[in-house]
């Protein structure tokens, strides 16, 4: 790939476009977190490895979205750099959670963050299933899950 020229510009709509994919992932890495550090159980010696890629990980997707704030991010070579360093960051907070679970699965953490997600994910199913209305018919008689055209949907 050629490294663009230190003048050529990105269009606004483009990064504007960057700009959310960054900030909504930035959200769920910081929803991760913040759930992880007020689940009730007592913290171990384990817990801070994966704490410490979180950390950075997330530090990083932040100061890329500071980048990416900027007026000069607009400059295809700032924009290439906030780039990689977002999956950078990435990276190093999916590691976090891998190592987090791995923990959990294996049974040396005490904080049990798989169990609450397992357990948060039946709730939210069962919610789902309670709140569900009724298949209604489709005009050709078949019911909505399995539409035939687009009136059907």
């Known amino acids: 790939m050629s490294e663009p020229q230190t003048d050529e510009k990105i269009d606004a709509t483009f990064r ?3 700009l959310t994919a ?7 890495s910081l929803n991760f977190i913040s759930l992880w550090v007020s ?3 007592d913290w171990s010696r384990v817990d801070l490895l994966p704490m410490a890629f979180l950390t950075v990980g997330i530090a990083i997707q932040v100061k890329v979205f500071a980048d990416l704030l900027a007026r000069d991010s607009l400059l295809a070579v700032k924009y290439d750099r906030a780039r990689r360093l977002f999956l950078i ?7 976090g959670m891998g ?4 923990n959990d699965i294996l049974g040396l953490s005490s904080m049990r963050m798989f169990r609450v997600t397992v357990a948060a994910v039946r709730r939210a199913v069962r919610r789902l299933r309670r709140n569900r209305p009724a298949p209604a018919s489709a005009p050709h008689g078949r019911s ?8 059907c949907r």
Do not use: D, E
Request: hydrophobic share 45%.
């Open 39 to 41: 689940n009730p159980n």
């Open 89 to 95: 960051g990435l990276s190093i907070v999916a590691i």
């Open 16 to 18: 504007n476009g960057s």
């Open 22 to 28: 960054t900030g909504i992932i930035l959200g769920f």
């Open 99 to 102: 190592i987090a679970l791995l």
């Open 144 to 151: 909505r899950s399995s539409a035939c055209c687009l009136r």
